[in-house]
């Protein structure tokens, strides 16, 4: 069975915390993505990456980073969190040669509360 | 730009009656269409996908939607409601360009009624 997780379901993170977001596909999928779930504005991509060490900004990048170390392994930083980074972050995969062709595989989320 | 709509944020329907969600797009290039269902506290997953083949197209657990290129639309249908159906609904689009990326509407929450 397919599987995309994510470290942590809850998170709650003072304003300016450094804040690390975990995501671990074991589909061996080229494609890995992160992106931000608000009420009312579906799913925004936040940064997405097609190889190891490689990364492209999304639709709304600032204040976010992301590192890929590793083929299974996707992370997204907050440098300096703030209140209006609460949200739910997804990570997703995919195999396609083309980011739009193929299904994307979804982790359950990581709901971020920042104070 | 690809753009996706959905009409309706949340709709209710009962137990047993016709689903109807309903998805326009808008795309300069012929487009690749989704629909990505959502359970409580879980991520989203595919329920049905076109990719230039048959307009219309089945899905998991009954669903089905049929692309229609002169109205830009992708409309998703289940003949019969089903209290496991109550879910947000997203529908993407995304083009056959290497590399382009998938865009997802707002959703549209779903309440089946007993």
């Known amino acids: 069975d397919v599987k995309v997780t994510q470290s942590s379901r809850y998170l709650v993170k003072r304003t300016g915390e450094k804040v690390f977001l975990e995501c671990v596909q074991d589909m061996d999928h080229e494609n890995m993505f992160w992106y931000r779930q608000d009420p009312g504005l579906g799913l925004r991509l936040i940064y997405f990456?097609?190889?190891?060490?490689?990364?492209e900004k999304g639709d709304i990048p600032e204040g976010y980073s992301v590192s890929r170390e590793k083929k299974e392994r996707f992370s997204l930083i907050l440098e300096s969190a703030s209140t209006n980074q609460t949200s739910m972050y997804l990570c997703?995969?995919?195999?396609?040669?083309?980011f739009g062709t193929g299904e994307l595989f979804f982790g359950e989320g990581s709901r971020l509360t920042v104070l | 730009a690809q753009s996706v709509t959905q009409l309706g944020s949340h709709v209710s329907v009962s137990e047993g009656a016709l689903v109807l969600l309903r998805c326009n797009y808008s795309?300069?290039?012929?487009?690749?269409l989704f629909w990505y269902v959502q359970y409580p506290n879980q991520g989203l997953q595919l329920l049905l996908k076109y990719t230039s083949a048959a307009t219309l197209v089945k899905g998991i657990n009954g669903f089905e939607a049929e692309f229609k290129k002169s109205e830009t639309s992708f409309h998703l249908t289940k003949p019969s409601a089903h209290m496991s159906d109550a879910a947000e609904y997203f529908c993407?689009?995304?083009?056959?360009?290497?590399?382009?990326?998938?865009?997802f509407g707002p959703g549209t929450s779903l309440s089946v009624i007993p």
């Open positions: 795309s300069s290039v012929p487009p690749y």
């Open positions: 997703a995969s995919s195999s396609s040669p083309g």
């Open positions: 990456s097609y190889d190891v060490k490689m990364k």
């Open positions: 993407a689009v995304s083009s056959k360009t290497s590399y382009d990326k998938v865009i």
